[in-house]
């Protein structure tokens, strides 16, 4: 499978916790980014990614969340302290930079977190 | 702000019928839309953009500035279409920004 790729698929924790999450993107592909879905609703934009450079980042990413992409290759998403409020499926897209390929963003299959 | 509208969670049509998928916008430049489509456990997967003005699976969207819609269409609908559908806008076109704003999904349930 060449698609995005993600770590683990669930992950139960206890409020309080630290979890870590990766992503792989497709291989060509220089752009990265996470989004979070809570039920109900469609994903929410958290941060992206060009190469190893974080280029934007939404209001939504506290400051117990953090975000690398130390090689331009994989990125993790940490969440320091977790609340139960924290409980999502966190997606991770990626996208090639072409010209003319406008902003179609590939999606990885999505961590769901769930904080007891 | 940008904000994307999908005013019906869910939508129910009988095989054969036409289905059309709201899907309304609020930004004041040049957005680029999108309709994405999740499958039963399946990953969120792009159905169509309107820069490419093309016909996927039978679906069709067109961009209308005027009302701000991004409506997605079919005209025979068929089983296989049951999936989650939603609308995202990219303010890319002319600002350079990347994050896609998503609609809260409508459910389209095709019944035999």
């Known amino acids: 499978d060449t698609g995005v790729s993600q770590d683990p698929r669930h992950k139960i924790t206890k409020r309080g916790q630290n979890v870590t999450f990766r992503c792989d993107p497709i291989s060509e592909h220089n752009r990265l980014y996470w989004y979070r879905q809570t039920l109900g609703q469609g994903p929410e934009f958290l941060t992206y990614f060009q190469n190893e450079a974080q280029l934007e980042k939404s209001r939504l990413l506290s400051d117990r969340f953090s975000a690398e992409r130390p090689k331009g290759s994989f990125s993790t998403l940490e969440i320091q302290r977790t609340e139960q409020g924290d409980s999502a499926m966190y997606l991770c897209a990626s996208s090639p930079e072409e010209a003319g390929a406008g902003n179609e963003q590939f999606f990885g299959p999505g961590t769901r977190l769930t904080v007891l | 702000a940008q904000r994307v509208t999908q005013p019906e969670k869910l939508l129910s049509v009988f095989k054969g019928a036409p289905v059309e998928l709201k899907c309304n916008y609020s930004y004041s430049g040049s957005p680029e839309l999108f309709w994405y489509v999740q499958y039963s456990r399946q990953r969120l997967q792009l159905l169509l953009r309107?820069?490419s003005r093309e016909s996927i699976k039978g679906f069709t969207a067109d961009l209308n500035k005027g009302e701000t819609s991004f409506h997605l269409k079919k005209p025979f609908a068929q089983e296989e279409d049951s999936a989650m559908y939603y609308c995202?806008?990219?303010?890319?076109?002319?600002?350079?920004?990347?994050?896609?704003?998503f609609g809260s999904g409508t459910r389209l349930q095709v019944q035999p």
């Open positions: 995202a806008l990219s303010p890319l076109l002319d600002t350079g920004r990347r994050a896609l704003t």
């Open positions: 309107h820069i």
